[in-house]
């Protein structure tokens, strides 16, 4: 029993991360029917914007809560920024001038790809950038080991809040499960009744007619982008608190997973990122125990598999544009 419980509870911790960096794709999906594979480089330049912030400050581990809290804060900050900034310029010089040109989907699909490795290999190049530049002196704390794993200090103690037998609950679980449901809560609240929103899920459901309206579909469009690339940066900080590493090259799988669990609960509809998420981390966690850790993604993919053959549209196969307040 107590293996069953620790398997949920992390598994529906990851599960929160996934959901919340799925975000990113089954937004832009809903608006723009394009799959953003350059996404998952968006959440990993938000994790390296989330340890250099800590780099910045000189955090160290056991610090006082306030000021751990505070230093988290800054970096949730700067990793979000970060994320967003990087979303609007993929926005702006992968997608814009295809959309503008009524490209076909396969084009802009390998747009995002294309623009998926190049800023995966810009950060795993960043120490050559810094050399060019003549700033790998004053830079070193941010350049060195570039192609290697970065760790993340993390300022707040990770403590034991929950033993029941030999299960636990740590304070760093208990901080991810809850701030990744608080942001998609409020994400969704934001699509639903918000006035920002309405545009959004009008561009989704009728681009034509909602310009008609006077909706401006260019800035739709971008702010679609800057929302997932904010949520994603949320997920990066996420991340590094559970995980605490990261690496120019991060994205890759956990960018298929994320677009697996928008897929799973139905792409297009924000709760069915939370659902999707929170299925597959649960899966995975299951998987690794039943069959082994190596089984672990097989079982998480082919449950996608399964999910679809009966129920091609995902868990909840409501689109974006057709979300009701």
Known sequence: ?????????????????????????????????????????VFMWGSFAAVWCMTLFGARAGTG??????LLLAALVAAMLVSGGVALLVERVAYRRL????????????????????????????????GWLNLSGPLAPYVDRAREYTQFTNPLANVEIVNLGGFSVRSNQVIVLVAALLMMLALDQFVRRSRLGR?????????????????????????????????????????????GVTRFNIGFILG????????LGGIGNIRGALLG???????????????GAAWKDVVAFALLVVVLLFRPTGLL?????????
């Open 65 to 70: 809560v306030l000021p751990a809290i505070g």
């Open 277 to 291: 998420g929170l299925v597959l981390g649960l899966a995975e966690n299951y998987g690794s125990q039943l069959f």
């Open 99 to 130: 959309r503008e040109k009524n490209s076909p989907p396969l084009v802009a699909l390998i747009s995002a790809i294309g623009a998926s490795f190049v800023l995966s290999e810009l950060m795993g190049l960043r120490d050559r950038v810094a």
């Open 1 to 41: 029993m107590n293996t069953f419980l620790d398997l949920t509870f992390t598994g529906l911790v990851v599960g929160a991360v996934y959901g919340l960096f799925a975000l990113g794709y089954t937004l832009v999906y809903g608006v723009l029917r394009l799959i953003n594979f350059a996404h998952s480089e």
């Open 317 to 325: 196969g409501e689109s974006l544009g057709k979300a009701r307040a």
């Open 199 to 243: 545009g959004v899920r009008a561009v989704s459901q009728d681009p034509e007619a909602a310009a008609l309206m006077g909706v401006n579909q260019k800035r739709v469009i971008q702010l679609t982008f800057l929302i997932g690339g904010l949520m994603a940066g949320a997920a990066a900080l996420l991340y590094m608190i559970h995980i």
């Open 256 to 263: 298929i997973k994320a677009f697996t669990a928008a897929v």
